[in-house]
Nanobody, 114 residues
Framework: QVQLVESGGGLVQPGGSLRLSCAAS????????MSWYRQAPGKMRELVAI????????HYADSVKGRFTMSRDDDKNMVYLQMNSLKPEDTAVYYC???????WGQGTQVTVSS
């Protein structure tokens, strides 16, 4: 059974940090590029970051460059999104995705507010 389970979301003040995690199971994790998306209320889901197999290359949306860092651990079947200098406009539900298989997690809510 394929599962992608995100965790680590919550409420944080502007300028704060959060680390999201995504635990993968039920498929060959190391073969898939992995990505983080987000969807804010009333907006379309957008790509935040993507990491290649092996973790050699990452790409980021312009809106998060320099603030977010994506990584993966193929031994643990995990992907992470370190989010620093958070802004209110980062508020959204964050999803991880296994690109090769088009699998999605259920999402974790991130709210940036004072």
């Amino acid at each position: 059974q394929v599962q992608l389970v995100e965790s680590g979301g919550g409420l944080v003040q502007p300028g704060g940090s959060l680390r999201l995690s995504c635990a993968a199971s039920g498929f060959t994790f190391r073969r898939s590029r992995m990505s983080w998306y987000r969807q804010a209320p009333g907006k379309m889901r957008e790509l935040v970051a993507i990491i290649t197999t092996g973790g050699g290359v990452t790409h980021y949306a312009d809106s998060v460059k320099g603030r977010f860092t994506m990584s993966r651990d193929d031994d643990k079947n995990m992907v992470y999104l370190q989010m620093n200098s958070l802004k209110p406009e980062d508020t959204a539900v964050y999803y991880c995705k296994a690109e090769l298989y088009d699998y999605w997690g259920q999402g974790t809510q991130v709210t940036v507010s004072s």
